[in-house]
């Protein structure tokens, strides 16, 4: 793994492009970028996570660190054309994804969905633990579907 490009953008989010390429036969090659974004927590984040029944630190721990990735890959890339592949999948990356990971509103629906998902995830875990101290020793009753 290498670190082609590490940069804040606009919005204040970590940008880092990975190459993460790696030789699969003879002289060909698995060429793959990780664009990986990681945002910080921010102050406007906290009006979210207060409406939440768990504690304020557990929330924020939980939610941290905030990141999306989206991964480029070629595959069975002969040697002679690995370095020019990597550069035209580096400014397509550049050109195309960066302006949208810069966008303020960005940040913003990256954070919802990551708090959506983790309501979602301890939704199910409360009902999992319900689940498991219920009295449910006996088997359920499905005789009213043979009727």
């Known amino acids: ?7 804040v953008l606009a919005n204040g989010a970590l940008l880092s492009i990975v190459d993460e390429s790696k030789k699969i036969a003879g002289d060909r090659w698995c060429i793959k970028l990780r664009c990986l974004t990681t945002i910080s927590w921010a102050e406007w984040m906290d009006q979210y996570v207060a409406e939440e029944a768990d504690p304020y630190e557990v929330v924020r721990k939980s939610l941290e660190p ?11 890339i002969a040697q002679s054309e690995k370095d020019q592949i990597i550069a035209e999948m580096l400014a397509s990356l ?14 913003k629906n990256c954070f919802l969905k990551h708090l959506q998902e983790w ?4 939704k199910m875990m409360s009902m ?10 006996e088997p359920a009753d499905f005789s009213g579907c043979f009727r």
Do not use: C, W
């Open 66 to 76: 905030i990141t999306h990735e989206i991964v480029k890959e070629r595959n069975f």
């Open 128 to 137: 999992m633990k319900a689940e498991e101290t219920s009295d449910g020793d």
């Open 94 to 107: 550049q050109d195309n994804v960066e302006h949208y990971l810069a966008s303020p509103n960005f940040t």
């Open 119 to 122: 309501r979602e995830a301890q």
């Open 1 to 7: 793994m290498e670190i082609i490009e590490e940069k």
